[in-house]
C-alpha cells in the first residue's frame, strides 16, 4: 500500500520514550498495509553538512559530496511516499537529528522559485516522499515547548513542496509510566498514536481528536510543578 521511512533522533535509540511512541505509530501504519524502516541517528555515522558551495546542487546534483550512513537514507527515500521524523525536544533536536535534517539539502532539486513571498525549491523527482509528519517527545507539561520543532517541520515540507501531515507529540512523556510500566494514561496515549499511524496510512491525514489524545494533559500544571518541588 505504501512505504514510510522514519529516523529516530533519540540517543536512547529504541529504548527512549520517543521510540516508544514511534513503535506505536508504525503498529498502526503497519496495520493499514504499510511498510516501514527506521533508521537511528544516533547508531549511524553521519557527519554534519559542510556544502557551503552547495556541491549537491551545483557540482554534482543530487549527490551528497559526503560519503557516510545517509547513503542507505537518501536510498530509502526513492521509494518511500512517507518521512517520519522522530525526536525528543532539545534545543530544539539532539544533534544527530540536526545533522539528518540539514543534510536533507541534497534531495532537493536546484530549482527556485518564489512562492507567497518565499523563497522555495521542489524534492527531486527521484524522491518518492509526498508527506512528512513529526512525532516527538518532551519533558516540559507545555504542548507549546514542541513550537520550534513543528515550525522547522512545517518549513522543510513547504520548502519541499510535500505535505506536513502533521506533529504526534507527548508533552511530560515521563508520567505515562509509573514503578516501570505503563500507566492507564500511558497506555490509552499508545492507543492514540496508533490510531494516528493508522488514520494516516488509510485516510492520508490524521484527525485532530486523535492528535489532541495523544497531547492531552496528563496532570494538572499546578502538580506538575509541585512535583518538582517548586
Not at 9 to 27: I, N, Q, V
Not at 123 to 139: D, F, H
Not at 150 to 168: L, N, Q
Amino acid at each position: 500500500m505504501g512505504v514510510a521511512v522514519a529516523i529516530n533522533g533519540s540517543p536512547k535509540a529504541e529504548k527512549g520514550r520517543t521510540a516508544m511512541l514511534l513503535a506505536s505509530f508504525l503498529d498502526g501504519m503497519r496495520g493499514a498495509g504499510y511498510s516501514t524502516d527506521v533508521f537511528h541517528a544516533g547508531r549511524l555515522d553521519i557527519k554534519p553538512c559542510s556544502c557551503g558551495q552547495l556541491y549537491c546542487w551545483t557540482k554534482e546534483p543530487g549527490v551528497c559530496c559526503i560519503r557516510d550512513d545517509m547513503e542507505p537514507i537518501y536510498r530509502r527515500l526513492n521509494d518511500a511516499d512517507v518521512l517520519i521524523l522522530a525526536t525528543p525536544v532539545y534545543i530544539p533536536m539532539p544533534g544527530e537529528m540536526q545533522n539528518v535534517v540539514n543534510r536533507l539539502c541534497a534531495v532537493l532539486e536546484p530549482r527556485l522559485e518564489l512562492r507567497e513571498g518565499r523563497t522555495r525549491a521542489r524534492l527531486r523527482e527521484a524522491i518518492a516522499v509526498r508527506k512528512l509528519v513529526l512525532v516527538s517527545t518532551g519533558g516540559w507539561w507545555e504542548r507549546g515547548n514542541f513550537d520550534s520543532l513543528i515550525r522547522i517541520c512545517e518549513e522543510f515540507a513547504e520548502t519541499a513542496s510535500i505535505e506536513f501531515a502533521g506533529a504526534v507529540v507527548r508533552p511530560h512523556a515521563y508520567v505515562m509510566s509509573r514503578d516501570g510500566g505503563l500507566t492507564d494514561d500511558g497506555k490509552s496515549v499508545l492507543a492514540a498514536v496508533e490510531r494516528a499511524g493508522a488514520e494516516l496510512a488509510e485516510h492520508g491525514a490524521m484527525r485532530t481528536e486523535t492528535l489532541e489524545a495523544v497531547s492531552r494533559p496528563l496532570i494538572s500544571q499546578e502538580d506538575y510543578w509541585g512535583s518538582r518541588g517548586a
